[in-house]
């Protein structure tokens, strides 16, 4: 497990998930790493990906439920569309916990 701090509100279980989605990614629901188009632990990509670290957990979510509803499009090739609507609700709640916790002064 990493270091950084949780927030109470994630148990245990919902972080590894929120880290695993972040890293890893989950081939079962085919869903990629977050990272991957995110930057490492999601300190974002100029030009590609905004950051996802220390963002607020409801932000997140909700950019996650807007994609998955298809009320927010602005995602070129619907790169965002096609990842959110791949995770369920606890799956949102896991990986937004999980950026809103990374600690971006230490990266
Ligand atoms: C294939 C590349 C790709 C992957 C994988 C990806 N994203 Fe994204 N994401 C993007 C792009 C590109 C945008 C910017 C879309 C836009 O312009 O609105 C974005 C935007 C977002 C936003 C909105 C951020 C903001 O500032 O409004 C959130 C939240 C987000 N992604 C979360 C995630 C999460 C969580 C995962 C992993 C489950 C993930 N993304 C995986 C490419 C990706």
């Known amino acids: 497990m990493p270091q950084s701090p949780q927030p109470k509100s994630l148990s245990a279980v919902q972080f590894a998930r929120g ?3 972040a890293f890893q990614g989950d ?3 085919r869903v990629q790493a ?3 188009c995110h930057g490492p632990d999601g300190v974002g ?3 590609a990906a905004p950051y996802l670290a220390g963002q607020s957990a409801d932000y997140i979510a909700s950019a996650l439920k807007s994609f998955q509803q298809g009320t927010r499009k602005n995602d ?3 790169l965002m569309r096609s990842v959110a609507k791949q995770l369920n609700d606890a799956d949102v709640i896991a990986v937004s916990g999980y950026f809103a916790q990374v ?3 230490t990266k």
């Open 45 to 47: 990509v100029l030009h």
């Open 76 to 78: 070129a090739g619907e």
């Open 27 to 29: 081939e079962r629901v």
């Open 19 to 21: 880290h695993q989605l």
């Open 103 to 105: 600690n971006l002064s």
């Open 34 to 36: 977050c990272n991957s």
